[in-house]
T-cell receptor, first 111, second 112 residues
């Protein structure tokens, strides 16, 4: 049973729209991450957080932003979506020891 | 040169076969090595986790790490159709706050 939840699972929107991808975990993990996954490509870290009010950009540059106001919640926002943002976005959390628990992903398509 | 190289496959084997999946890496600072399994339209799930060199066995799965060759492997014995998935290797540096570097993943199909 998944302890990390992502919504929406699938989203198709038009260019210029603002979108928020939600991620919540019930495990009380301090560390949370957003990865981007394109077909046939590596997962790339785009944002991470070590705790409430802590956010950092990852290795892959992204126009998205994140916030961490509550331990269990780590939403990702795109202010103005473009076709280049079409991808799968995976949220993960960790209590430590390099063990990440991933959500099922949010597949975004921007037309 | 990418930090982690993984043959994307696809790899197709008959049920019962022994499967060998491999990754090479260039960063000698990597100390933690993981294999994740990802079913279609799902997020990755941790399958095996090893620290430094050596072998680790869990049921039908064996993970090997050879730091001198910068090479890691995952072996699946008596493969089953339910093993059909994409297998991702991942690794991290000590003190990196659990930021993982992933391979591209190998798509495995086990045919009944």
């Amino acid at each position: 049973e998944a302890d990390i939840y992502q919504t929406p699972r699938y989203l198709v929107i038009g260019t210029g729209k603002k979108i928020t991808l939600e991620c919540s975990q019930t495990m009380g993990h301090d560390k949370m991450y957003w990865y981007q996954q394109d077909p046939g490509m590596e997962l790339h870290l785009i944002h991470y957080s070590y705790g409430v009010n802590s956010t950092e950009k990852g290795d892959l540059s992204s126009e998205s932003t994140v916030s961490r106001i509550r331990t269990e919640h780590f939403p990702l926002t795109l202010e103005s979506a473009r076709p280049s943002h079409t991808s799968q976005y995976l949220c993960a959390s960790s209590s430590g020891a390099n063990v990440l628990t991933f959500g099922a992903g949010s597949r975004l398509t921007v037309l | 040169q990418k930090e982690v190289e993984q043959d994307p496959g696809p790899l197709s084997v008959p049920e019962g076969a022994i499967v060998s999946l491999n990754c090479t890496y260039s960063n000698s600072a990597f100390q933690y090595f993981m294999w994740y399994r990802q079913y279609s339209r799902k997020g990755p799930e941790l399958l095996m986790y090893t620290y430094s060199s050596g072998n680790k066995e869990d049921g039908r799965f064996t993970a090997q790490v050879d730091k001198s060759s910068k090479y890691i492997s995952l072996f699946i014995r008596d493969s089953q159709p339910s093993d059909s998935a994409t297998y991702l290797c991942a690794m991290s540096v000590r003190g990196s706050n659990y930021k993982l570097t992933f391979g591209k993943g190998t798509l495995l199909t086990v045919n009944p």
